[in-house]
């Protein structure tokens, strides 16, 4: 039986896949009203295909609970953020479900850790804490690390096909793991040491937030001296060998904006570059903040009430706002003592921030200048409906005639 802790934007979809192909499982979660919604049908966050996949997990037999079961395996994906000061990972939501574990785990058990950590995490904090607790890691408990590559909005085929990292101190675990995974996973599974797991599930989000990076200082680059970003993009990915991406209003979500910061926090000497580039994300909503400005100014708008960002969410057609670039800027905003910018997003229908709207007729009513944040597919269906609106268009997806880039 296998006890997933932690029904997050993780665990949830992991545990329904797995009861879904045949594995007996027990999710369980320490949040009662997590549990009670999933206990009463209902999944906790939207997802394409998770109600169907809901739906078959059921057919499976998997239960919920805040209770920690005895089990032959525990997969722990409770969240991993950096502490904003050191930059160092946050372990303590990881040992407090593995101490929990160890209260009911048999000999023998497994635990996987599921959450990304920094490399050299589970040696530091896991081993020592699990061996204080009594028990004999490679007798009494296997510990394996097992990190997770999904993307939000595209989970269920990702967690289908993608290849896997799984690293585990023996290799018969490993594959013992690896053969737990593949009831679902048709992507190749690697079996490595943990170690060697950890860095790569770090360094795969580490590339990608060092190359949004580079476009987000292209952008900047070409705003300065008057050039065109996208078109200077498109011709030199004309090249063999060049493939830049897209420049944005920032990075959020719980991976490409949090897990670079672990090498920064732990080798600060030696992560310059990783430095640097979390840092040039990080500034993104400033600077869309003063293009707003000067776009106003430009335009001779005094009204920052009559001004717009569509989209909350970190990334297009997701309901996850987590370090999104809108609520950075709305932070930014504010230190600057000022506020009044109107806010709207599709998939936030509870009120999270001041002068918040739930109907995107009204949200352009109120509004004489629209700021595209996040991408979703809504605003991509009804772009003529900012014709008669100035647009800072923060992905270059709108064709309308004068409208504003990054
Ligand atoms: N969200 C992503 O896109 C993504 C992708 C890949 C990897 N990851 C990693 O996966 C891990 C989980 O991320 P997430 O987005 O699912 O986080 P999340 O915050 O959505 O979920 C974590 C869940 O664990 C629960 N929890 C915390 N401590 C617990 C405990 N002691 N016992 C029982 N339940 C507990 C919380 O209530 C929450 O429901 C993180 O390490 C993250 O970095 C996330």
Same mark, same amino acid.
């Given at each position: 039986?296998?006890?997933?802790i932690?029904?997050?934007?993780?665990?949830?979809?992991?545990?329904?896949?797995?009861?879904?192909?045949g594995?007996?499982?027990?999710?369980?979660?320490?949040?009662?009203?997590?549990?009670?919604?999933?206990?009463?049908?209902?999944? #906790?966050?939207e997802?394409?295909?998770?109600?169907?996949?809901?739906?078959?997990?059921?057919?499976?037999?998997?239960?919920?609970?805040?209770e920690?079961?005895?089990?032959?395996?525990?997969?722990?994906?409770?969240?991993?953020?950096?502490?904003?000061?050191?930059?160092?990972?946050?372990?303590?939501?990881?040992?407090a479900?593995?101490?929990?574990?160890?209260?009911?785990?048999?000999?023998?058990?497994?635990?996987?850790?599921?959450?990304?950590?920094?490399?050299?995490?589970?040696?530091?904090y896991?081993?020592?804490?699990?061996?204080e607790?009594?028990?004999?890691?490679?007798?009494?408990?296997?510990?394996?690390?097992?990190?997770?590559?999904?993307?939000?909005g595209?989970?269920?085929?990702e967690?289908?096909?993608?290849?896997?990292?799984?690293?585990?101190?023996?290799?018969?675990?490993?594959?013992?793991?690896?053969?737990?995974?593949?009831t679902?996973?048709?992507?190749?599974?690697?079996?490595?040491?943990?170690?060697?797991?950890?860095?790569?599930?770090?360094v795969?989000?580490?590339?990608?937030?060092?190359?949004?990076?580079?476009?987000?200082?292209?952008?900047?680059i070409?705003?300065?001296?008057?050039?065109?970003?996208?078109?200077?993009?498109?011709?030199?990915?004309?090249?063999?060998?060049?493939?830049?991406?897209?420049?944005g209003?920032?990075?959020?979500?719980?991976?490409?904006?949090?897990?670079?910061?672990?090498?920064?926090?732990?080798?600060?000497?030696?992560?310059?570059?990783?430095d640097?580039?979390?840092?040039?994300?990080?500034?993104?909503?400033?600077?869309?903040?003063?293009?707003?400005?000067?776009?106003?100014?430009?335009?001779?708008?005094?009204?920052?009430?009559?001004?717009?960002?569509?989209?909350?969410?970190?990334?297009?057609?997701?309901?996850?706002?987590?370090?999104?670039? #809108?609520?950075q800027?709305?932070?930014?905003?504010?230190?600057?003592?000022a506020?009044?910018?109107?806010?709207?997003?599709?998939y936030?229908?509870?009120?999270?921030?001041p002068?918040?709207?739930?109907?995107l007729?009204?949200?352009?009513?109120?509004?004489?200048f629209?700021?595209i944040?996040?991408?979703?597919?809504?605003?991509?269906?009804?772009?003529?409906?900012?014709?008669?609106?100035?647009?800072?268009?923060?992905?270059?997806?709108?064709?309308l005639?004068?409208?504003?880039?990054?």
């Amino acid at each position: 039986m296998v006890n997933v802790i932690g029904l997050g934007y993780i665990g949830l979809p992991t545990a329904l896949m797995m009861a879904s192909h045949g594995v007996e499982v027990v999710g369980t979660n320490h949040s009662q009203g997590k549990v009670d919604m999933l206990k009463a049908g209902k999944t #906790t966050f939207e997802e394409d295909g998770l109600d169907e996949l809901f739906q078959a997990a059921l057919d499976g037999g998997i239960q919920f609970t805040t209770e920690y079961q005895v089990a032959d395996v525990y997969i722990v994906s409770v969240q991993t953020p950096y502490d904003k000061f050191t930059k160092k990972v946050e372990m303590q939501y990881v040992t407090a479900a593995i101490g929990d574990v160890l209260k009911v785990a048999p000999k023998g058990a497994i635990i996987v850790v599921e959450s990304t950590v920094s490399p050299g995490s589970i040696d530091k904090y896991v081993r020592p804490y699990v061996t204080e607790k009594g028990f004999k890691i490679g007798e009494d408990i296997h510990l394996v690390h097992a990190p997770e590559r999904i993307i939000p909005g595209n989970m269920i085929y990702e967690l289908l096909h993608n290849d896997r990292t799984i690293g585990a101190d023996d290799p018969d675990i490993g594959e013992k793991i690896k053969v737990l995974y593949a009831t679902f996973c048709g992507g190749n599974i690697v079996v490595t040491d943990i170690k060697t797991a950890e860095m790569t599930k770090v360094v795969e989000n580490t590339f990608r937030a060092v190359n949004i990076a580079f476009a987000n200082e292209l952008a900047k680059i070409c705003r300065h001296d008057g050039m065109d970003v996208y078109e200077i993009i498109k011709i030199c990915n004309m090249h063999p060998r060049v493939n830049i991406l897209q420049p944005g209003p920032g990075v959020g979500g719980h991976c490409i904006s949090v897990d670079p910061w672990f090498l920064v926090g732990d080798y600060p000497s030696l992560a310059k570059v990783i430095d640097e580039s979390m840092k040039t994300n990080d500034s993104m909503p400033d600077f869309v903040l003063n293009r707003i400005y000067e776009i106003m100014k430009e335009k001779g708008m005094t009204d920052i009430t009559r001004v717009g960002l569509y989209g909350l969410t970190y990334k297009e057609n997701v309901d996850d706002m987590r370090e999104s670039p #809108t609520l950075q800027l709305l932070e930014s905003q504010e230190r600057h003592l000022a506020t009044g910018l109107k806010v709207y997003d599709p998939y936030i229908t509870n009120d999270v921030v001041p002068n918040q709207y739930h109907d995107l007729s009204e949200f352009l009513n109120a509004v004489d200048f629209v700021i595209i944040m996040v991408k979703h597919n809504e605003i991509k269906g009804n772009m003529e409906r900012l014709a008669d609106k100035v647009v800072l268009d923060c992905h270059n997806i709108c064709s309308l005639p004068g409208v504003y880039h990054i």
